[in-house]
């Protein structure tokens, strides 16, 4: 427990050196990043579009996607309070006092449900990220549960809730992607979508995040990621060259809710190599969701619309790296829904997709190897599909 960020931050300056990150890996100042904005607006239609409408939203999808690479989602169909009740249930977790949590807290990879800090990896790290968090599976709910923290009070019913819901939207943009691509509505159920990790990340305010970082620069190695995020956004693309998305930092009062989506590599094999020059890994929707949107600093990253869901999807579908920035004043608390396969499930090109002018250019592979050589490369995003790649 002694290790956790959050158990000895508030006296700490100047920031400790093993959390310091060599010159080439720190955001430097945040302030200089650029912004976005004038982006599409999707409406989702509640969730439950049909006929002409759901014609119309995954070709906006995927034009958008193509054309801007970001855009906005309104309509989704999950409840403001339910966000505000599972949001608030994740603080009221990292604020309990420290005997409380101390039987969450592991080291060991293979407990479900446990509390770590960095990457779970400490005293193999050179380096530490700024970040604690609490993981556990959701899905399926009945079997997962009976692991889950019941303190705060709420937290099984509320997560219970939310998980589903979260869920839900999820599939049903994969829905929509393997329909505008012409490889069948439900392609991704089943063993493509079996498993939902949660991972609550909390960073606690930084003397310095000039110097280090709450998650570097990666790619999900999953099918779909939803990232609910907070009061303060940390949350950064990397889109031409650069860093796109600052620290937004607001009162008590001005709460912003952001989702993300982010979908990876794997589901583009699953789409069908001959779609990897184009859309390689359809790199992230990220759907910000904002209840209430007050800003008391000039707008920083892309300026979603009230109630709205910001998709991000990067330059011609094209994978978009991401990170977490730390910020000096207030604490940051997010919430990523990871959406994968089983560990089982074989990953191959839809056969739809693949012809003569299209030809496969990755095999097939279970997804644990994938996994596996992920973590061996450590998210490596070059070098992580070299070993997938066909001899042609």
């Known amino acids: 427990m002694e290790k956790l960020v959050s158990s000895w931050y508030n006296n700490v300056q100047p920031l400790p050196e093993t959390y310091i990150f060599p010159p080439d890996a720190r955001p430097g100042k945040l302030s200089t990043l650029p912004s976005s904005d004038n982006i599409p607006v999707i409406n989702l239609g509640g969730g439950g579009a049909e006929g002409h409408d ?13 054309e801007f690479g970001f855009f906005q989602v309104i309509n989704h169909g999950i409840s403001e309070n339910l966000l505000h009740d599972t949001m608030d249930v994740f603080r009221e977790f990292f604020a309990l006092p420290p005997e409380d949590k101390a039987s969450f807290f592991s080291e060991d990879p293979n407990k479900l449900c446990r509390l ?10 050179n380096v530490h990220l700024w970040r604690d968090a609490l993981r556990h599976p959701c899905h399926a709910l009945e079997k997962f549960i009976p692991l889950w923290p019941q303190q705060p009070l709420k937290y099984r019913e509320h997560v219970d809730k939310c998980s589903t819901q979260v869920r839900k939207v999820a599939l049903n943009i994969l829905d929509s992607i393997s329909e505008g691509l012409g490889i069948g509505y439900g392609h991704f159920s089943d063993e493509l979508s079996q498993e939902t990790l949660l991972s609550v990340n909390h960073y606690p305010p930084c003397p310095d995040p000039s110097l280090t970082l709450g998650i570097t620069k990666h790619c999900d190695p999953n099918l779909i990621t939803i990232l609910l995020q907070g009061d303060v956004h940390g949350l950064q693309v990397f ?25 990876t590599g794997l589901d583009l094999l699953c789409f069908g190599s001959s779609l990897f020059l184009l859309i390689y890994t359809f790199p992230y929707l990220g759907f910000n969701f904002q209840d209430r949107f007050w800003i008391l600093d000039p707008p920083l990253g892309v300026e979603p619309l009230p109630q709205g869901l910001v998709v991000n999807i990067g330059y011609q579908l094209q994978c978009a790296e991401h990170r977490a920035v730390t ?52 998210g490596n995003t070059e070098v992580v599909l070299e070993p997938f790649k066909l001899q042609i």
């Open 116 to 125: 770590i800090t960095s990457t779970g990896n400490y005293d193999r790290e």
């Open 327 to 378: 910020n000096s004043s207030n604490a940051r608390t997010s919430a990523a829904f990871f959406i994968a396969p089983s560990q089982d499930c074989h990953i191959q090109p839809a056969t739809a997709l693949i012809n003569a002018s299209n030809p496969q250019i990755y095999k097939g592979f279970q997804y644990k190897e994938f996994l596996s050589n992920y973590l061996m490369k450590q």
């Open 54 to 66: 759901r014609t119309r939203i995954v070709e906006q999808i995927l034009g958008a996607s193509q």
């Open 239 to 263: 889109k031409d060259g650069k860093w796109i998305g600052k620290v937004l930092n607001f009162g008590e009062v001005h709460r912003v809710w952001v989702w993300r989506i982010l979908i």
